[in-house]
């Protein structure tokens, strides 16, 4: 109960295009999901989060879409960026000092 | 320039020996954690302390240990009982409360055996 799924494992898209990535939860208590950005041989870094009192949540190119009713939050990239080649992770927690949980990571490549 | 630290960037294990991997931050943070990153994989957390002289087993802490003398300290021991030490260790922190306080990353530690 304490996992986040996500998917794809690998993401290429063509540059200009919109990368989507998604991922799901089972508790219920989760109040909080981050996304992270990393790119190799650096640590990760918060891109954008939300709260399950919104369904949507944008700053720039990147926008979360929550469904709080289906457990599943995503994240979009708009006009994708060669860039924007990363791993992307999503995550969750329980509003306290418990531990991230985070999902296994979404590799994305922009190709021009 | 607030942040965290972690060094070294690079370090080598010989067979048998025990290393430690560094990590401050000077964001008053109360709680760090530690983390493993294997190639291409997610992230697995080791350790994490919430606040000093306590320290939590993560999902993965078997050939770990950790200590929590300062809140801007949390230096990493891979013992000689870890017997796939090469990984990517990343260093973290939050500060304490409410869910929604960014957790904030280290540049990461390299470790590889020799």
């Known amino acids: 109960q304490q996992q986040v799924k996500q998917s794809p494992q690998s993401l290429i898209v063509q540059k200009g295009g919109i990368s989507i990535i998604n991922c799901a939860y089972e508790?219920?208590?989760?109040?909080?999901f981050p996304w992270y950005q990393q790119f190799p041989g650096k640590g990760p870094a918060l891109l954008i989060a939300?709260?399950?009192?919104?369904s949507e949540k944008k700053e720039g190119r990147f926008t979360i879409s929550f469904n709080k009713s289906a457990k599943q939050f995503s994240l979009h990239i708009m006009d994708s960026q060669p860039g924007d080649s990363a791993t992307y992770f999503c995550?969750?927690?329980?509003?306290?000092?418990?531990?991230?949980?985070f999902g296994k990571g979404t590799r994305l490549s922009v190709i021009a | 320039d607030g942040g965290i630290t972690q060094s070294p960037k690079y370090l080598f294990r010989k067979e048998g020996q025990n290393v430690t991997l560094s990590c401050e931050q000077n964001?008053?943070?109360?709680?760090m954690y530690w983390y493993r990153q294997d190639p291409g994989q997610g992230l697995r957390l080791i350790y994490y302390?919430?606040?000093?002289?306590?320290?939590q087993k993560g999902d993965i802490a078997e050939g770990y240990s950790v200590s929590r003398e300062k809140k801007e300290s949390f230096p990493l021991t891979v013992t000689s009982a870890q017997k796939n030490p090469t990984a990517f260790y990343l260093c973290?922190?939050?500060?304490?409360?409410?869910?929604?306080?960014?957790?904030?990353f280290g540049p990461g530690t390299r470790l590889l055996v020799l």
């Open positions: 973290a922190s939050r500060k304490w409360g409410g869910a929604g306080e960014t957790q904030y």
């Open positions: 508790n219920t208590a989760f109040d909080y």
């Open positions: 939300i709260r399950p009192d919104v």
């Open positions: 995550a969750a927690i329980v509003s306290g000092n418990t531990p991230l949980v």
């Open positions: 964001l008053n943070h109360d709680a």
């Open positions: 302390s919430q606040i000093v002289n306590d320290f």
